[in-house]
């Protein structure tokens, strides 16, 4: 969770509250897991180790809220859509954290963790999450889960360590900057971070997961990162993927394998709302690729639940249905791995924050705006140039162009980011017989392509 857009909340928490239904907490229970995770007990294996998790390069990932994605807002929710979210294209389901919620000082936000090592019994049981991770692995999908290890809530059990929480002057703990809902943690404890990392592994092995999104990590310290990443991979009969809500580029150096892009989304955001350059998403991706080690990848979005909380959905954003498309073309295909913010595939026009419990996602709104993802996803995921070929730039200042070339293998991208008609000049190298993508035509380019308002053109050889 973002920082900034958490000490935003936190001041205007009565006007989230009352989006929420009364009487619907979080947490205080601890739904089949244990309660402290301070031993070192590593829990039986459940299940077998998932074989088909992706390589950095090859991961497209949903991000589920479970709390708006289904009328029951919970596991089960999740499972019995498995198959809709495979048919995107999609290889990698990300849950928002599925942990009991605390209660002391709490804005029922669910990156307040009351205990480590359980699952809410707002979501279900440890056997519904259990049902969940294996129909992913049935469908050949891996399943990620949040993990906040920057705090905890004021009423987890790790609060009777004072040592192992930040303290002021006085001996007090203390919260976070802006943050007062939690407890932030004291990474100078040794036994604070093993419990942490105790916690990550218990995951693994109780539930068979496949790996963390690790929230806020530009906050954490590099060395812990470090521990944590090392014990992870560690485990040798799992193949884990580790993605960094951060920035830091010390995040790839510990061993993460994907970090979010959030040069990209402000660039496309500007681009949309102050006819910024094209071409400044081609120097950001010059600038980030040209010092990251190879096999690590940017994560690049036009919505996540931060973003759709504070800037609004990609309708809005993005200019509507189709300016929505091109933005999301654009950033699954340029450089990186696309992520999918559950809703945004059909256009849900209705922010979906992590707060509420009442707004649920209506799946038939858009059914045309849900082919268009599936034809954008489905190509990346049947084309090995596209996902791990060498990108070469051909944008002008309004229109995203490139190749990606992977030996013989080429996938031209002509994409229009504005709202009117522009006409392109093809450059010689782009000029030729292809074929569409999309629906296998035969395509001719010459000289110039006029595009329409947001559109697109996706050709192969």
Wanted: aromatic share 12%; net charge negative.
């Amino acid at each position: 969770m973002n920082r900034m857009l958490h000490i935003a909340l936190c001041l205007s928490l009565s006007a989230f509250l009352s989006c929420s239904k009364s009487g619907t907490p979080g947490g205080g229970s601890t739904g089949g897991g244990g309660s402290t995770t301070t031993g070192s007990t590593t829990p039986a294996q459940y299940g077998t180790p998932f074989s088909g998790v992706p390589n950095a390069s090859d991961a497209a990932i949903y991000q589920v809220n479970m709390r708006a994605f289904s009328s029951t807002g919970d596991f089960a929710g999740v499972t019995a859509r498995l198959d809709s979210i495979k048919a995107l294209g999609i290889n990698v389901v990300y849950l928002l954290p599925i942990y009991p919620v605390g209660v002391l000082k709490s804005i029922n936000s669910p990156y307040c963790i009351q205990y480590f090592d359980s699952v809410s019994t707002e979501y279900g049981t440890l056997t519904d999450l259990r049902a969940l991770v294996d129909g992913a692995h049935q469908r050949n999908m891996a399943v990620i889960l949040d993990w906040v290890a920057e705090e905890t809530s004021w009423d987890n059990p790790w609060i009777s360590n004072t040592s192992w929480y930040q303290t002021d002057g006085a001996g007090n703990i203390i919260s976070p900057n802006g943050y007062n809902d939690v407890a932030a943690l004291n990474f100078n404890s040794s036994p604070m971070r093993a419990a942490m990392i105790q916690a990550m592994k218990y995951w693994v092995y109780a539930a068979n997961i496949d790996g963390y999104r690790m929230d806020d990590a530009d906050v954490v310290p590099f060395n812990f990162w470090q521990q944590a990443v090392d014990t992870l991979r560690a485990i040798s009969t799992h193949k884990l993927l580790l993605l960094a809500e951060g920035s830091a580029p010390s995040e790839f150096t510990a061993g993460f394998n994907l970090q979010y892009d959030f040069g990209a989304y402000g660039i496309m955001k500007n681009i949309f709302a102050n006819g910024q350059h094209v071409t400044s998403l081609d120097s950001l991706t010059i600038a980030e690729y040209g010092s990251m080690p190879a096999g690590d990848y940017m994560m690049r979005y036009t919505s996540n639940h931060d973003v759709d909380l504070s800037d609004g959905t990609p309708l809005t954003l993005f200019g509507g249905q189709q300016g929505s498309i091109a933005a999301f073309l654009a950033q699954a295909y340029m450089q990186g791995i696309p992520m999918v913010y559950n809703g945004q595939e059909v256009g849900c026009p209705t922010q979906l924050t992590y707060f509420n419990t009442s707004t649920t996602i209506n799946w038939s709104i858009n059914p045309g705006m849900e082919v268009m993802y599936k034809q954008i996803l489905g190509f990346r995921a049947s084309s090995t140039a596209l996902r791990q070929g060498a990108w070469t730039t051909y944008s002008s200042s309004d229109v995203v162009a490139f190749t990606k070339m992977l030996g013989t293998d080429t996938v031209v991208v002509i994409d229009n980011l504005r709202s009117i008609p522009i006409s392109y000049t093809v450059p010689t190298a782009l000029q030729g017989s292809w074929t569409n993508a999309f629906d296998g035509s035969t395509s001719t380019l010459g000289a110039s392509v006029t595009l329409p308002a947001y559109g697109y053109i996706v050709l192969h050889n």
